[in-house]
C-alpha cells in the first residue's frame, strides 16, 4: 500500500521535477484500491484537475472522512477507478 499526494503545496500535476516522474509512475502503475482525499469547499475543483492528469474517476459517491482535524465535516474519501 502506498500514499501519493498529487496535488498539494509541495507538488501539481504536471509540474517539471523529480517527484512529480515519481509521483506519475506510483499512480499510473499501481495495481489496488485507489482512494482519494479532497476539500471540495475550501479547494473548489482541485480534486477534478488531478483526476483528470492522473486517468481516474470517481467510482462513487464521495463520504465525510471522520477524522479529528478541524475540517472534518468538509473533507471527503472517494473510491476512484481508473478512466
Not at 469547499?41 to 462513487?60: H, K
Request: proline content about 8%; overall charge positive.
Amino acid at each position: 500500500m502506498g500514499t501519493a499526494g498529487v496535488n498539494n503545496n509541495l507538488v501539481r500535476p504536471g509540474d517539471p521535477g523529480k517527484l512529480p516522474a515519481k509521483i506519475e509512475a506510483t499512480v499510473r502503475d499501481h495495481q489496488g484500491p485507489f482512494w482519494g482525499i479532497e476539500n471540495p469547499e475550501y479547494y473548489p475543483g482541485v480534486a477534478d484537475v488531478s483526476l483528470v492528469r492522473y486517468g481516474l474517476v470517481r467510482s462513487d459517491d464521495c463520504t465525510p472522512l471522520v477524522t479529528n482535524m478541524e475540517d472534518k465535516q468538509r473533507v471527503k474519501i472517494c473510491r476512484l477507478r481508473r478512466n
